[in-house]
């Protein structure tokens, strides 16, 4: 999605605008640009990448110490240099970048057509540059008193960074629906859409809330929202390093995080589970007896995090016997479901601010049910919306393909999975210090199953040229075919799909032949004979069959073409050990391919539109 990042200080602005932009390549971009004021607002802009920008801007002079700078995910009008942000407004009053949409664009530009304007740009956001621009000069008011009558106006989502020519020395940056975050330093301001450009400047930040506006010079913040009440700052500790957004020493972040889920998995349950196998989840602890005796689970999420989702429903429904349903966001939003005030909706999502979630998450509340969070970027949207919640504390994931934050959702899932239960008392003594134990020994084993890299890099060879991919798994082990299925197509562009094993007889079975690679994910578990007979039906149809099995397994390993051991784990955890394979096995095969495994064609990180 868009990135804006912004300075005002004593800096020389520019290179912390590309520094910061590039830190923000992660979130996925089709364009970029900054502007400048040294008096005179400059704008460069264009389509491709931060490194065209740079290239475009040539030698130029560049000075200045207030600026800002956008990288755009297109939604209204096509990927092109006029497209691209900033955007001046008609007679070049106002400049502004924008995130989100500004949903009655379409009414509001007829609107200013008809009062003289016209529009350089297929964008909802130059339409409200314009906006800005008439209310100033018809109402002769201040510009910080036009940008608020403007956002009265507009309908939708708005992450803002505006600069008024008559006021050089000030930036104004507004927030509804689309997150922006204010870095505090001595007589300088920093402004991001998310605390990566900012966290090697200052570590005290401010979130902006829905409805806020800031007026900023470089030695003075005033904080109001758009019905001019002022409101007070408040300014937080940053828990982020420089080092967790670099790629020491890997090739991509992809790999990286790939790599530190041992990390990972131990930060999330650092603290909460202890040595004599209590659980604790702080987060939760008022709302526990609410969950414990809730009518129903619901849970909800995009992508990876409904994937995870999927897992926490397996577990709490065998582990707590508490009825549990998974939907994607974007369906529950906008179908009519049956929410019950004694439910407790549970939104998963790594970056806290993907759209469809948070709209879920507003409709869940507007039928008075609790809803709780499981997000790994503190301070985003979801956490700050939610009555509850786990941080995964999995660190920073840049990578567009998530992976650690998979992992470490699954285990707070697995973590409230146990607690329930234990409080229930729907599972046994015996299960229970069992999980706990698989939990705690989860770090080595996935140090173990990482040790086959080069195995793995090697059986991708023989999959990369293939043109589908099937993958398939039982129980706790389906939600992990949807998963490596979706990390394969979203870096690799290898159409695959993942199934259930049984379901494969139904309709995919016709697939198959000697072309069709078919990833099974058969470790030892109550469903292990099924699965094997699931392999003899792929190679009784010549499909090419790799299979992540159990250490020692002898059976599967000699009907498979190739085999990946994971070390032994309770069928519950096993979801946390086989998907390493397949991220793997993902990575090679789109590197292989010569895919851009960071940032793949046409997607974000996080998806803040709908
Ligand atoms: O930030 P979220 O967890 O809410 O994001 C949800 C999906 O957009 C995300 O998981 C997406 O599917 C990833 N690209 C998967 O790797």
Redesign the pocket.
Known sequence: MCGIVGYIGFRDAFPILIKGLKRLEYRGYDSAGIALNNGNIKVYKCKGKVSDLESFIGNDDISGHVGMGHTRWATHGVPNDINAHPHKSQNGHFTLIHNGIIENYAELRKKLSNRGYSFKSETDSEVLANLIEYIYLKGNVTPEIAIRLALTKVEGAYGLVIMANKQPDTLFAARKGSPLVIGVGEDEYFLASDATPIVEYTKSVIYLNDNDVAIIKKDELVLKNIKNDTLTPKVQKLDLDIGQIDKNGFDHFMIKEIYEQPKAISDTFRGRVSATHDITLGGLYDILPKLENARRILII?????WHAGMVGEYLIEELARIPVEVEYASEFRYRKPVIYKDDIVIAI???G??AD?LAAIKMAKEAGTTVLGICNVVGSSIPRETDGGVYTHAGPEIG???TK?FTAQVTVLTMIAILLGKRRGSIDNYLYKELIDGLISLPNKIEEVLKHNNVIKEISSHIKDAPNCLYLGRGYLFPVALEGA??LK?ISYIHAEGYPAAEMKHGPIALIDEKMPVVVIATKDSSYEKIVSNIQEVKARKGVVLAIVTQGDTVIKNMADYVIEIPEIPEQLAALLTVIPLQLLSYHIAIMRGCNVDQPRN?AK??TVE
């Open positions: 999420g995009c992508g990876t995090s999502s790594q970056s601010e993907t979630t567009v393909a998530s934050a979706l990390k979203e997607l996080s998806v």
